[in-house]
């Protein structure tokens, strides 16, 4: 559930976009992206057209695995996954690219709503881990990953690698 003062509580729809839809949210996405990286510019493209090669690269790749969350008309977050990557360290894994939420919506279960999708959808297609990159002084993102079940395996410069096993995904009850 959602509670922001200038909305009752909802709970956010989620759903892939179709080729036109992306097409049309484009531009939407690339400003919901920069300003969810403001506290943390260390780890982002910085440019509207650096955000939105970038995008398109992520739809294009698996555009099965990209997901927004909508209240309305709105869209207030988004998820990319590719679920069939290649990792030098872990082999054929679902590799979580990137969960962004607009500021004022972060920490009210958009992400974890987002999350669930994008984990269901990676195990749906096989994988039995999924994992991410995040940034080492990131410590929202850390502790949200860590909350999900995801651990460090690995750190590289700045980033630390974390994985999650799908085979018991999802939970049962």
């Known amino acids: 559930m959602i509670k922001n003062s200038s ?3 909802v709970e956010p729809g989620v759903k892939n976009l179709e080729p036109n839809e992306f097409s049309k949210l484009l531009s939407s996405l690339v400003q919901i992206y920069l ?3 403001q506290s943390y510019p260390q780890y982002a493209y910085k440019t509207e057209k650096q955000v939105h090669s970038y995008l398109k690269w992520l739809y ?3 555009p099965n ?3 927004i969350a909508q209240i309305k008309e709105e869209v207030i977050g988004w998820a990319a996954c590719h679920s069939n990557w290649e990792d030098w360290l872990e082999g054929k894994v679902g590799e979580v690219h990137e969960i962004v939420i607009k500021p004022a919506f972060q920490r009210k279960g958009v992400g974890h709503r987002l999350m669930e999708e994008v984990l269901s959808y990676l195990a749906s297609r096989g994988r039995e881990k999924a994992t991410l990159w995040v940034g080492e002084k990131n410590q ?3 502790e949200f990953y860590s909350k999900l079940g995801f651990v460090q395996t690995n750190q590289v410069n700045h980033w630390i690698r974390m994985v999650l096993y799908l085979t018991n995904f999802p939970p049962t009850p």
């Open 7 to 9: 909305f009752s509580p």
């Open 60 to 62: 294009h790749h698996d």
């Open 65 to 67: 695995g990209f997901f």
């Open 35 to 37: 300003a969810s990286y």
């Open 140 to 142: 929202p993102a850390k």
